[in-house]
């Protein structure tokens, strides 16, 4: 069994993505998918309720294989009616971008509704050597805010970025979960993350539709064990989205 | 022979690389089937003397059946030099050159000047369009290059096989007619990391009758390149892994 937790549909692509998705589940065996839908930097609120309009019915047209983050710009005042709003449709996560760095203000009543209902916040998170956008947050914004809520389940994306950096930022930091979605493909990066954080806290994630078949090539060629694997491929995210599923 | 033309040997200066040696590689191409590579030192990329690297390399593979490319840094004074030093010393299938860690252009006079000594060998040019991850560089930086000064070098008559290694998917489809319509032009797979169909992707774009196998083994993970190959057409696939940049 394999469950990614972490995919996207782009507004502009969304039909090509779908199929994508699909397509990837037939080739690789994916058993579920957790999609969040995405657009512009700073979307507006008719942006945030198309966007999780296309998640909803994927959802909806696929609910054995797909399920689906809720999107929400903390700088809008309506978040928690979206919040609330997604997760009563059968969303089993809230998705952060770049509006805003996850140690924001603006993210306190957003963790303490997600901890009130035991669901998990896939933040981006990203280190970039060039082209850090403002709001961008990185594994340091993703510490912050897990110090700040200790009881709230984060997945950190992309191991942060880089792996060097991400994973020292929540080596000791237990309700921090991350994936390796994004395209790094070191040699070695996840026997790096595994050695920092040990196999309960590393998730599978592709980032679909950019990029992810290497994610598998990624495990499969990591010095772990079977049972390593699993937990990695799918018992972890079982455990992560245990509140709601 | 079964190739893989992306591939070191060496040390990575910046993160623990398992596998690093030349019997590590080579385990790595047995469990998949590769038979040789084309391959090169990681220290000639760093040294301040290339030749160190490659003289290095080539007492390791000497009778392996691999074969050594040389690598080159134009910007370094007289590069006739290592040229000849190269000659006299060791044998060598190909020039291998990594602009964004030397920090040129295709447009570059000592560029220029390079090329028209290897085309005078008959080698073909190995050119890394990246060489790692950018996005995560932070203790040394690569110098990005115009993709128009490649092109506008590409469009030239080529007198000797390019091949271009680590170039991504968003870049080939930049170039795709220049690509396309130069005979003397190849590509490799290592950094078509943005498509989950990388065989299907380049077959549309028409350019996988110009693809060869690398892998950018050991930075990148050598499966993250193979793994394009599961479901593909075994027919194809040995094509691709078969493919000569030159006789």
Known sequence: ????AHAHLWANHYKDDKRTILKACETFGLSRVYISSLASHYPDYDEINYLNSLTLGFMKERPELISGYVYVDPTHNNKLDVLEKGLDAGMEGVKLWVAAKCDDYRIDDIAEKCIKYNVPILVHAFQK???????????ENVRHLALRYPELKIIMAHMGGNVYFGIRCISDLDNVYTDFSGTMIGTGDIDYAFEAIGEDRLLFGTDMPSGGRQCIAQVEEARLTKDQKDKIYYKNALRVFGGRR | ?????????????FAKRKQIDFDGLRSMHQKHGIETGLVSSLGAVFYNDPFEGDLELSVIIKSSGYRLAASINPMLPNTMYDIKRADESFEYDAFRIYPTVHGYDFDT?????FYQMAS??????IVHCSFGDYRLDYLFKQKSFEMASLDSFLKRELKTPVLLCNMKLSELEGMVDTLSNEENIFIDMSEIRHSMFVVEDLTKMGLIKKTVFGSFYPMFDFLAAFIHFNGVDNTLKNTILNRKICD
Not at chain 2, 109 to 113: L, Q, S
Not at chain 2, 120 to 125: D, F, S, V, W, Y
């Open chain 1, 1 to 4: 069994m394999i469950i990614d």
């Open chain 1, 129 to 139: 050597a060039t082209g850090q956008l403002d709001n961008e947050s990185t594994a």
């Open chain 2, 1 to 13: 022979m079964k190739t893989d033309y992306n591939c070191f040997v060496g040390t990575w200066p």
């Open chain 2, 109 to 113: 006079p000592e560029f220029r000047e």
């Open chain 2, 120 to 125: 005078e060998r008959g080698k073909p040019i």
